[in-house]
C-alpha cells in the first residue's frame, strides 16, 4: 500500500487490515511501500497462506472475454487488537527475489 493511503486510513506496515467488498473479504497485513501507486493494491492473488481471489470481481469484458481480475475494487479497514498466530507467521517483505 503506498504511504499516502497508508497515512489517510491510519495504517502503517505490520498492521492488520480487513479487505473486503460485495464479492468477499480477507485480512492482510501491511506493507507500506512506495512501488505502489495511492488508490492502488497489491495483494498476493495464489499463496499456501491464502490469496485474495475472494475478492475478484466475477465481471468479464464482453468484448474480450477477459475477466476483470485486476479492476476489483475494495474498501480497508484496520483490524483492532492483535491476532497473534496471524502476526506471528506473516512477513512483512517479499520472499521470492530473483537475483
Known amino acids: ?10 495504517l502503517q506496515s505490520g498492521d492488520l487490515a480487513e479487505v473486503y467488498n460485495e464479492e468477499g473479504n480477507g485480512t492482510f497485513l501491511v ?4 512501488a505502489v501507486k495511492p488508490g492502488m493494491l497489491f495483494l498476493v492473488m495464489y499463496h ?4 485474495s481471489n475472494s475478492l475478484v470481481s466475477g465481471y ?3 468484448k474480450t472475454t477477459i475477466p476483470w ?7 480497508i479497514h484496520k ?5 497473534p498466530s496471524v502476526q506471528q507467521t506473516a512477513s512483512l517483505l517479499q ?3 530473483f537475483d
Open 1 to 10: 500500500m503506498s504511504p499516502e493511503d497508508a497515512r489517510r486510513l491510519g
Open 31 to 34: 506493507y507500506v511501500t512506495d
Open 48 to 51: 499456501w497462506r491464502g490469496t
Open 60 to 62: 468479464t469484458d464482453p
Open 69 to 75: 481480475y485486476k479492476g476489483t475494487r475494495v474498501a
Open 79 to 83: 483490524v483492532a487488537g492483535t491476532i
Open 95 to 97: 520472499q521470492n527475489k
